[in-house]
């Protein structure tokens, strides 16, 4: 009857019988040397990959277009009004910016230069004249050229307008 050997058994004795000559080898005192490293061929090759990073560069921030120039200003004469007379096309539009502690009157638009405003109650004029784009001076040229603009009184009616150049403060009373 044949020896069946299998395949495990066969790697086996076939380490077992090199170790074996190995062994007699170095007992023998031969300096045989043996390679059991695999051919150079049989190993795969590492291939060095490289990627291309581009530089960095900033991107520009857009810059924004440039305000538009603003319009030519009418010098003020000594009383702080518009040399020009008063209401023409070159006298800066009078706003209202609505109540604001000390001008909580009511306001009523007459054209594009000019307001009636009903005093109310803890007015002042200096807080009027801001509400409007005015200078304190402005509204008492117009209101007050005889009087206090101290004494203001709630229920008053202001003209809230430029003054013209002949509006001087303390003349014609």
């Not at 005192?29 to 795969?44: I, K, N």
């Not at 909580?104 to 002042?124: F, H, L, P, S």
């Not at 040229?141 to 008053?156: A, I």
Request: charged share 15%.
């Amino acid at each position: 009857m044949p020896i069946i050997l299998s395949r495990a058994h066969l790697a086996r004795s076939a380490r077992a019988s090199l170790l074996a000559v190995l062994v007699l080898a170095s007992a023998a005192g031969c300096s045989a040397s043996l390679d059991l490293s695999p051919p150079d061929a049989t190993l795969p090759t590492r291939v060095p990959v490289t990627v291309y990073t581009p530089p960095w560069t900033p991107t520009p921030t857009p810059t924004p277009p440039p305000p538009p120039p603003p319009p030519p200003l009418t010098a003020p004469n000594a009383m702080g009004g518009q040399t020009d007379g008063g209401n023409t096309a070159y006298t800066p539009v009078v706003d209202d910016t609505g109540p604001q502690e000390f001008a909580k009157g009511r306001a009523t638009k007459v054209n594009d230069y000019e307001y009636r405003y009903v005093v109310a109650t803890y007015d002042q004029v200096l807080a009027i004249a801001s509400r409007f784009y005015l200078q304190t001076n402005d509204v008492v040229r117009v209101n007050f050229p005889c009087s206090d603009p101290l004494n203001v009184q709630p229920g008053d009616v202001l003209d809230i307008r430029w003054p013209v150049d002949s509006e001087q403060v303390g003349t014609g009373c």
